[in-house]
């Protein structure tokens, strides 16, 4: 029987940066450097952001986190699962504890932005819940290859 968890973990465990390695390398591929607003393993260490691993069989195949923004809501970050392991409901887990989370800090809006490229994932964001938005943050306002989407908790 197949056990799944998803845990807090440190984003420096090797594990962890194996999973982030593979997503730059994906995103990489995709995209232009200046497309790719990516944070490392340590950064993902910052007090404001929650990192989680999920494991499947105690083996990690997924990661995802939010960093919680000053002017109230959370960024959906570093969101990915093990291409092998993918069709299996392990994004959504992950999404499901990242929502908790957020709510735990008194959070009542997710936002993310993705890539045009990443259509998977854009379907996965429209199936639970997530709508278009303008663009926040830090964000380069119109082109690119972005697509920003938010959700209410």
């Known amino acids: ?3 799944f ?3 807090l973990a440190d984003p420096t465990l ?3 940066r194996a999973l982030i390695a593979d997503l730059d390398h994906y995103l990489g591929e995709l995209y232009k450097p200046e497309e790719n607003h990516l944070l490392d393993p340590q950064q993902l260490k910052s007090p404001d952001i929650r ?3 999920a494991r499947r069989d105690g083996r990690a195949v997924g990661c995802g986190a939010i960093r919680i923004d000053a002017d109230g809501y959370a960024e959906v970050k570093r969101m990915y699962v093990d ?3 993918r069709g299996r409901g392990i994004a959504g887990l992950v999404m499901a504890r990242l929502e908790e989370l957020a709510r735990a800090d008194g959070i009542r809006l997710l936002k993310l932005e993705t890539g045009e490229l990443q259509r998977e994932a854009v ?3 429209r199936r639970l819940g997530f709508t278009p938005c303008g663009s926040f943050g830090d964000y380069p306002c119109g082109g690119g290859a972005s697509i920003f989407m938010e959700k209410k908790l």
């Open 51 to 53: 990192f989680l691993l």
């Open 5 to 7: 968890t998803v845990e």
């Open 123 to 125: 379907g996965l964001y």
């Open 1 to 3: 029987m197949t056990h």
């Open 14 to 16: 090797p594990e962890a």
């Open 83 to 85: 291409p092998v392991h």
